[in-house]
């Protein structure tokens, strides 16, 4: 087994805690400079003063996503300005962007983060790596590329798209790992079979670092066996990131038995998103992150809305810092259908369960007659044959994980859309 960085990555957990106490401090006695948070923490009644020991934390405010985009672009700078070297942000399609701001150390602490993570993924120096997430204002590409660089492996930053000149690329230079988002994966498996290039013949790929969406265990099998991860001995590895607290941060190991986030520049809580208490080990709840390290724009507590399940026990791997081991959405993929929050995941669960379902799907949202109605447009895979009790069956077990009722409409093969960065799950067509 290879770390990147064993005195960190095996650090006894009792050690581990001290040191995030005494980063916590450190970051909440910064903060209280800034107008915003100082006046959070008057409004709790809490000083940084307080924070003695880690049942202290808990008293400490939450920060909400609409906390960055209120303070957009710089209400929530804690560091200095001239020290600042990068700047990220969301696409802001649906309102005010989420900002980023890095000072150098940042953007060291956010690289050396993604190094862990590739190492711990199984990548070496001798990797050829097609570097697919977007590079540009979305935090993945960069964060990507520096990770890469830093391990030594050799990066081709191809951005996302242009599937003809990625395939080519591959052939050329014998790329042996691909990253991405997982649908953009899926769709590269797609076109190289109908060139006629066979991924486990023609392609070396063996590793796949994908994020950017959410993905199901059975969407992630599918990838390693489509595009030849699998059959070259090595597999899919998932990332977690977000934009506030500096980009992709998390991923699988070499087990995939959760995805590995950083203690030492990380603290992760998972608590009841109604009673604001942690959930007991094991049990599903809201991840709420604390950037212990980033000097610029560091966040306290931060509500993530993702459901997650998280392991706070030793990885086999030997690491021992938190794992994200489920999952179960994020809150903004969240619909709300006629009064039930659906999740896009949990369609994608259901339908990939069955081999005869391609990974191409879209979820329709209409409105009949003032009520709301839910359709799912699939498209089958190759040679499937799909009869109407096929159809009954899917729409019976969607309704069993949706509590309401989703049509099923089988769509031609090639007709529904294909994406290279963020596959758009849901058209929502209600008025
Ligand atoms: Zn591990």
């Given at each position: 087994m290879a770390y990147f960085n064993e005195f960190w990555e095996l650090m006894d957990q009792d050690q581990l805690k001290e040191v995030q106490l005494e980063k916590f401090q450190k970051q909440a006695r910064r903060m209280y400079d800034n107008a915003f948070y100082k006046r959070r923490f008057e409004e709790t009644g809490?000083?940084?003063?307080?924070?003695?020991?880690?049942?202290?934390?808990?008293?400490v405010p939450f920060t909400h996503k609409d906390d960055l985009r209120e303070n957009y672009p710089l209400g929530l700078l804690i560091g200095d300005w001239k020290d600042v070297v990068r700047i990220h942000m969301t696409s802001?399609?649906?309102?005010t962007p989420t900002p980023m701001v890095y000072t150098q150390n940042d953007v060291d602490v956010w690289t050396e983060c993604m190094a862990r993570n590739f190492v711990a993924g199984g990548l070496t120096k001798n990797d050829i790596v097609q570097q697919a997430h977007g590079l540009g204002l979305f935090t993945g590409g960069l964060g990507f590329h520096y990770g890469l660089e830093r391990v030594g492996a050799k990066v081709i930053p191809t951005s996302s798209g242009g599937t003809d000149r990625q395939l080519r690329l591959m052939q050329e230079w014998g790329t042996t790992v691909f990253t991405g988002t997982p649908s953009y994966a899926a769709y590269v498996a797609e076109v190289a079979r109908e060139k006629g290039i066979d991924p486990e013949r023609d392609l070396k790929l063996r590793l796949g670092f994908h994020g950017g969406e959410p993905v199901s265990d059975e969407l992630r099998k599918r990838i390693d066996e489509r595009i030849g991860y699998k059959a070259h001995g090595g597999g899919m590895r998932t990332c977690y990131g977000l934009t506030e607290m500096g980009g992709p941060i998390g991923m699988d190991c070499e087990n995939t038995s959760g995805i590995h986030l950083w203690g030492d520049h990380f603290l992760v809580e998972v608590l009841d998103p109604k009673t604001l208490e942690d959930v007991q080990a094991g049990k599903a709840g809201e991840l709420v992150i604390t950037n212990l390290s980033f000097e610029a724009m560091p966040i306290l507590r931060f509500r993530t809305g993702d459901r997650v399940i998280v392991s706070f026990d030793r990885c086999e791997c030997g690491r021992t810092h938190p794992r994200i081991t489920s999952f179960l959405g994020r809150v903004d993929d969240m619909l709300l259908v006629s009064g039930t929050n659906v999740f896009p995941s949990q369609v994608e669960y259901v339908l990939l369960q069955h081999p005869r379902m391609s990974e191409n799907w879209q979820l329709v949202v209409g409105d009949k007659k003032g009520l709301h109605t839910l359709k799912v447009e699939v498209e089958p895979v190759q040679g499937a044959e799909i009869d109407h009790v096929f159809i009954e069956r899917l729409e019976k077990e969607l309704y069993s994980h949706l509590e309401i009722t989703c049509r099923v409409d089988v769509k031609p093969i090639g007709t529904l859309p294909r994406f290279?960065?963020?596959?758009?799950r849901v058209r929502d067509e209600r008025v």
């Open positions: 809490v000083t940084p003063e307080d924070i003695k020991n880690w049942d202290d934390i808990k008293k802001g399609t649906t309102g290279e960065g963020k596959a758009v």
